[in-house]
């Protein structure tokens, strides 16, 4: 048994003015606990001083694990390989901005220990952007039709997982990870815990709306078939559409042949039509292409994340985790 309890997850980029702030905040928490701890810090290739900052903290603290990943790879990547290096028998996954409260864990553990899998903290209002709550409703309702979330839970990227579930889906091995969605497909025992939303301790978010759409594809592409049967039946209903139409057309020729007149007429009403269609054409092959695209990463293998350097780590460091996974 390793002692560690519980393991904190955070993705880093960007923020090496807040590094020092969290795991201050972290173990002002968890120490009068006596709940033994290790923060695991996944710098992501970021472009400011956040691996000079992690460098610093783990050189002051061997409880706190630096990971420093070659390239950029994305927020839920950057989480996996902390997931590989976790040794707690729950894991907390949380940003590296502060926003999210190191006071809620305790309450975390506490309703994890009731049998849950997954707790995630439910924020009560979140102080982002408007476009991002509308994004996160969307993503919300689109999960529960492609991957059948429960309609109460928030995928919130504050979380708890037992060790047992997130060994499970370190399993994955494809290029494009979705972290809620993994656990999605392994564990329906999940719950919430009514949580705030704070400031940014420092700097700015780097969450772009292209980074929000490229998440809500891997969770509208990358567990389920639906969207291909979705495309599907839209096309039977436009061929269908399509075929009275033409009949329509055809009745009408034959029994008022003198109304069509010049040859132009209804020209305007043909471009329209075959714009509308050739668009829906196009997305219809979008959908197909990202299917595609997927498995032709998949099967090139393209590596998941690369782990250039790990700092303070135990048994589970860089030396014994596929550094190209």
């Not at 290029?175 to 815990?193: A, E």
Request: glycine share 10%; with cysteine.
């Amino acid at each position: 048994m390793s002692g560690i309890g519980l393991s904190v997850v955070v993705p880093v980029y960007g923020s090496e003015d807040c590094v020092q702030a969290l795991v201050d905040a972290i173990d002002e928490v968890l120490e009068p606990t006596g709940l033994g701890h290790e923060i695991i810090l996944v710098n992501d290739a970021s472009q400011d001083g956040s691996w000079q900052a992690i460098q610093e903290v783990c050189s002051l603290r061997r409880h706190v694990v630096g990971v420093d990943l070659r390239r950029n790879f994305g927020q839920d990547n950057a989480i996996l390989a902390g997931l590989r290096l976790a040794r707690g028998e729950a894991i907390a996954i949380m940003d590296d901005d502060l926003q999210h409260d190191p006071a809620d864990l305790p309450r975390m553990l506490e309703e994890l220990s009731r049998g849950y899998d997954v707790v995630y903290a439910k924020f009560r209002r979140k102080k982002q952007a408007r476009w991002k709550n509308a994004g996160s409703w969307f993503n919300g309702k689109v999960a529960e039709w492609v991957i059948d979330k429960p309609s109460g839970i928030y995928l919130s990227p504050y979380k708890v997982v037992r060790s047992d579930v997130a060994r499970e889906i370190c399993r994955y091995s494809g290029p494009v990870p979705y972290v809620d969605g993994l656990l999605l497909q392994v564990t329906s025992r999940l719950s919430s815990i009514d949580a705030d939303h704070h400031d940014r301790f420092a700097g700015t978010g780097h969450y772009t709306f292209f980074a929000s759409v490229a998440v809500w594809l891997r969770l509208a592409f990358s567990f389920s078939v639906l969207p291909l049967r979705l495309v599907s039946l839209l096309g039977v209903g436009l061929a269908g559409v399509a075929m009275v139409l033409v009949l329509a057309t055809v009745y009408y020729r034959a029994v008022y042949p003198d109304d069509f007149g010049d040859f132009a007429v209804g020209w305007a009403s043909l471009i329209v039509t075959q714009m509308f269609v050739g668009g829906i054409q196009m997305v219809f092959f979008g959908v197909i292409g990202e299917y595609v695209g997927k498995s032709y990463l998949t099967l090139t293998n393209k590596p998941q994340a690369m782990i250039a350097e790990v700092l303070n780590g135990g048994p589970s460091d860089a030396s014994s985790v596929a550094k190209n996974v």
